[in-house]
Nanobody
């Protein structure tokens, strides 16, 4: 297994933006972002498959964008129009096998 490392979390006011990053993203496999809020189960946020196809949870469609920079081997999650309910620990995932340690996002 490979330990993924996330960065970019922090605190922001509602309506603000953050960009999360995760490395190494790898290639040819499905990678994505999950999140877990206090007292709730971990839930999928966005994924991108080996062909570059993306899918989003309904609650982030139109606000979040997942992307991957293959040259830098980094996965990103651009989060705009953040809401307090987006507050959670965000985890990156690779092939549902490798996970990061999580990065806290707090929206007030």
């Amino acid at each position: 297994h490979v330990q993924l490392v996330e960065s970019g979390g922090g605190s922001v006011q509602a309506g603000g933006s953050l960009r999360l990053a995760c490395a190494p993203a790898g290639s040819g496999v499905c990678v994505g972002w999950f999140r877990q809020a206090p007292g709730k189960e971990r839930e999928g946020v966005a994924i991108i498959d080996g062909d570059g196809n993306t899918d989003y949870a309904d609650f982030v469609k139109g606000r979040f964008t997942i992307s991957k920079d293959s040259t830098k081997n980094v996965l990103y999650l651009q989060m705009n129009s953040l809401k307090p309910e987006d507050t959670a620990v965000y985890y990156c995932m690779r092939a549902l096998v490798d996970w990061g340690q999580g990065t806290q996002v707090t929206v007030s």
